[in-house]
């Protein structure tokens, strides 16, 4: 099979998973046969699948390790939140799908801008050094947000830095977070946005520049003698992340009534890159089921009280010790060969 042939097929099977987990899900909830509890994580799946997604471009396709990505998240979450509590003031006429989408659209673009300013000073390092400046930059967005203000007097938005006398009602109260929001986030548009992270992604690392990217990824000093630019892929790959990081966040954000920036703090970083490690690095359809399987999971063990995080953490290590084993490994590549060659029979009698 070439490898032209190869992708497409990997791409149209994500797809064909993505929309047939939604349909199952939508046929399971119009017949009632859906839990509450399963009810509510929906929305935080799909925003953890595309924060998933979303930082395997950076870590599995651009080779970069990144441990601020919650911090993006949390710009998008804020950002998002205090647009649609302005657009509701300044124009009620609008529908909650009009304002959810324009927030979503305004926490990708604050967070695109954070990570341009990011990206800037940060992506000359490399290795363990970027990952410790990824995870300083984390905390202090993060730190920043406790400091922000904003509140609503009518439909005039006021906003201060470190100083929480505010008129009007707070929209954003600093470390309280914030309050009283209006949860406008549906699945639909969850669903909506992972197939818009996977459209986007998919068509950057198959083009040229997902192919220039993994170039650096592989070799850095052949990717240069060749004259790629490598410090305007490399910022490419982190910004479309930072972008989608912060879309998620803004849906996430909408779906609480209230929200906190200690939220995301370095753990929801970590929990990312779990998603992204187990899944496999490089593999889009992997983060997606990883994503979606490991949010579920501590639900899931709810039943087991206060060992249900051991429990979790006794997967976690079960699972990444089974598939770095040589023989499970050599199983399932013998299967994938046969699977291979049933296929090229099949090609040669057609």
């Known amino acids: ?55 395997n471009l950076t870590v599995g396709i651009s080779g970069e390790l990144s441990l601020g990505h919650a911090g993006f998240m949390s710009i998008g979450a804020f950002s998002g939140i205090v647009l649609a509590a302005w657009l509701k003031a300044r124009f009620p006429e609008l529908s909650d799908l009009a304002r959810l989408l324009m927030a979503i659209v305004c926490g990708g673009l604050f967070s695109g801008v954070a990570g341009v300013l990011i990206g800037v000073p940060v992506l000359r390092l490399r290795g363990d050094y970027l990952a410790i400046v990824t995870l300083a930059f984390g905390e202090i967005i993060r730190n920043i947000l406790n400091l922000v203000y904003f509140s609503l007097e009518g439909a005039t938005l006021h906003a201060s830095f470190n100083q929480p006398v505010l008129p009007g009602k707070f929209v954003y109260n600093g470390p309280a977070g914030a309050q009283g929001v209006t949860k406008i986030a549906t699945f639909e548009v969850g669903f909506a946005l992972v197939l818009f992270t996977l459209l986007v992604v998919f068509n950057l690392v198959n083009s040229r520049s997902g192919r220039a990217i993994k170039a650096i990824r592989d070799n850095r000093i052949a990717a240069e003698s060749v004259g790629i630019n490598v410090t305007k892929y490399k910022m490419m790959a982190f910004v479309i992340s930072a972008v ?23 753990d929801a970083s970590i929990q990312v890159l779990v998603f992204v490690v187990l899944g496999g690095l490089g593999s889009i359809l992997g983060s997606v089921i990883s994503a979606t399987v490991l949010y579920v999971l501590p639900e899931m063990l709810r039943e087991f009280a206060q060992y249900r995080m051991l429990i979790y953490a006794v997967i976690l290590i079960l699972v990444m010790v089974l598939g770095n084993n040589p023989t499970l490994r050599g199983i399932v590549n013998r299967v994938g060969e046969s699977l291979r060659g049933k296929n090229r029979k099949g090609d040669k009698a057609a």
Not at 4 to 20: E, Y
């Open 244 to 266: 989608l990081a912060g879309m998620a966040g803004a849906l996430f954000g909408l779906n609480y009534s209230t929200l906190q920036a200690s939220k995301f703090n370095v």
């Open 1 to 55: 099979m070439s490898m032209k042939k190869k992708t497409f097929l990997m791409t149209a099977v994500t797809f064909a998973v993505v929309i047939a987990a939604f349909i199952i899900c939508q046929v399971l909830i119009e017949n009632k046969l859906m839990s509450r509890a399963l009810r509510g994580q929906l929305i935080p799946i799909c925003c953890y699948i595309v924060m998933a997604v979303s930082l």
